[in-house]
């Protein structure tokens, strides 16, 4: 009995665990590389400073990135394409308070998370924080 808890418990170990090139998998979505840095002393970014506040970045990403604060010095970034339609002139998310909302099927999403009602969550993108400067990228 002890070798089937044993086994049990190291087969969840490795199935939980994973890498992040499997973080970004979204069939919708290419996976494009860049990096784009934030000052949050500049005006156009001081609204990160506060919780539950959102800006978009335009040329990043597939259709551009929204980075949010989710709390004071903490932060998620997301593509703006909706993650369950294939890449079109309709995958342009728009920010609702502290969702995004996919133009082609209204569905919603959380910036907090990431997840939706829909099978595939927000493609998610890295966000270092170095004192006031954001390093956003892929």
């Not at 994973?18 to 784009?36: A, H, L």
């Amino acid at each position: 009995m002890k070798n089937y808890i044993l086994l049990l418990f190291a087969v969840a170990t490795i199935l939980g665990c994973s890498n992040n090139e499997n973080r970004n998998k979204n069939p919708n979505i290419p996976n494009y590389s860049f990096t784009f840095d934030l000052n949050l002393n500049l005006p156009a970014y001081s609204n990160l400073k506060f919780a539950s506040n959102a800006i978009y970045y335009p040329t990043a990403g597939a259709k551009g990135v929204f980075v949010f604060c989710t709390a004071p010095g903490s932060y998620t970034a997301f593509d703006a394409a909706c993650p369950n339609q294939e890449i079109s002139s309709c995958t342009q998310m728009t920010l609702k308070g502290i969702n995004l909302v996919c133009s082609c099927d209204k569905s919603q999403y959380s910036l907090f998370t990431g997840q939706g009602s829909l099978p595939n969550p927000l493609k998610p993108y890295r966000v270092e924080v170095n004192g006031m400067l954001l390093r956003v990228y892929n």
